[in-house]
């Protein structure tokens, strides 16, 4: 079946640091990748996506590349803000599974000024 | 403006009762979902609706059930049956099951004492 790892947080940064957070998946067919953000007390928001590899999904200073030859899809930002305290969550979307959304486990940043 | 809205945003239950948490979009969407997010473990599907008058149970369906009379309603009850129903209940929807964007409301947070 289809699975999202993500990296365990939390991460925790000083401002304008750069962020990393990985995230790997397996899937049965050619599936679309996605970021999402959740803040404190709230709901999940898309970040970011991409649909086929080597595309570059990015929003709000964040970027991640679909890897196809890692199964990679890793968030990066080059200088984090208090505001981006937040977890972030990984998922993919795969055509052969009827596009239902499969999550990672979500990664927790805080940023402290 | 469109959205998602649930409610409650808080609610607290003894054990044994059952309850039904709400869900509302008003941006003409097909299908609608519901997850669990418990800390550490990111989303799990619970229930889905691809079309108004149909659903199928997720990963975790035991223990809850839901309706979708309406296009624009899909409420979720969680029975005595749940074990451990305390948890984080996420909506969302998207305009079709195979398309779109998944759109999420800002969750309701149950705690049964």
């Known amino acids: 079946g289809n699975s999202v790892t993500q990296m365990e947080g939390p991460v925790t940064l000083s401002e304008e640091a750069f962020l990393t957070i990985n995230c790997t998946y397996t899937a049965t067919g050619y599936p679309s990748l996605f970021w999402y953000v959740q803040y404190p007390g709230e709901g999940l928001q898309l970040l970011l996506k991409a649909t086929k590899a080597d595309d570059k999904g990015s929003n709000k200073g964040f970027e991640a590349t679909y890897r196809k030859e890692t199964t990679s899809f890793h968030l990066e930002k080059g200088s984090v803000q208090v505001s981006d305290s937040a977890v972030y969550f990984c998922?993919?979307?795969?055509?052969?599974?009827?596009?239902?959304?499969?999550f990672g486990g979500g990664t927790r940043l805080m940023v402290k000024p | 403006d469109g959205g998602i809205t649930q409610s409650p945003k808080y609610l607290f239950r003894k054990e044994g009762q059952n309850v039904t948490l709400s869900c509302e979009q008003n941006l003409n969407h097909d299908a609608m979902y519901w997850y669990r997010q418990d800390p550490g473990q990111g989303l799990r599907l619970i229930y889905y609706s691809q079309i108004v008058n149909d659903f199928q149970k997720g990963d975790i369906a035991e223990g809850y059930s839901v309706s979708r009379e309406k296009k624009e309603s899909f409420p979720l009850t969680v029975t005595s049956a749940q074990k451990n129903p305390t948890a984080f209940y996420l909506c969302a929807s998207r305009l079709t099951a195979n398309t779109g964007e998944l759109f999420f409301g800002e969750g309701s947070r149950l705690t049964v004492l």
């Open positions: 998922a993919l979307s795969d055509n052969n599974a009827g596009n239902m959304l499969t």
